[in-house]
C-alpha cells in the first residue's frame, strides 16, 4: 500500500498522538459507534478527520483543543430524543455532538442515535430514483 496506514491504523496513530481526554474520549466514542453497528467502515479523509461509514457518512470524530466533535452527516434528521446534539443546531443538514473533557456520555442514547443514523443513510440508498423518461415518441 506504498507505506500509507489504513484509516483503522490512522486512527490508532491519533488516539495515540492525542494522548490525553480527548484520546480517551475518540476511543470510547470509537467503540461505540462500532457497538451499535459492526459493519460500520472506518475511514480517514479531509487530512486527518476520523470518518464512520455505513452507506453513507454516519459521522465525524474531529479533535480540538477543549472538545471532541462527533458531527452527524445528516443530523438534522435524525430524531435525538435524549438532547444529545449540542453543536451546529442550526444548519440544515448536520448536527454536532461537544463532548468536553470531564463529560459523560449517554451511551445508550449515543448508540440509537448511530443506528438511526445507519438507518437513515440506508433507506436513502434503497429508494429507487425516478426514471427519467426518453422525449422520443414513438412512431
Excluded at 8 to 31: F, M, N, P, Q, Y
Excluded at 79 to 105: M, Q, T, W, Y
Aim: glycine share 10%.
Amino acid at each position: 500500500m506504498c507505506g500509507m496506514a489504513s484509516a483503522s491504523e490512522s486512527i490508532d496513530g491519533k488516539i495515540k498522538e492525542l494522548g490525553d481526554w480527548r484520546g480517551e474520549t475518540l476511543a470510547k466514542v470509537r467503540g461505540l459507534i462500532h457497538q451499535a453497528d459492526p459493519e460500520i467502515v472506518e475511514e480517514w479523509k479531509w487530512m486527518g478527520t476520523p470518518v464512520w461509514s455505513h452507506g453513507g457518512i454516519v459521522c465525524t470524530g474531529e479533535t480540538y483543543k477543549n472538545v471532541v466533535k462527533m458531527t452527524f452527516a445528516k443530523g438534522a434528521a435524525l430524531k435525538d430524543p435524549s438532547g444529545l446534539f449540542n453543536s451546529s443546531l442550526d444548519g440544515n443538514v448536520r448536527r454536532a455532538i461537544d463532548i468536553h473533557e470531564g463529560d459523560k456520555i449517554d451511551e445508550a442514547a449515543l448508540q440509537d442515535l448511530i443506528r438511526a443514523a445507519v438507518a437513515l443513510n440506508l433507506s436513502i440508498k434503497s429508494k429507487p430514483k425516478p426514471r427519467r423518461t426518453s422525449s422520443k415518441k414513438a412512431g
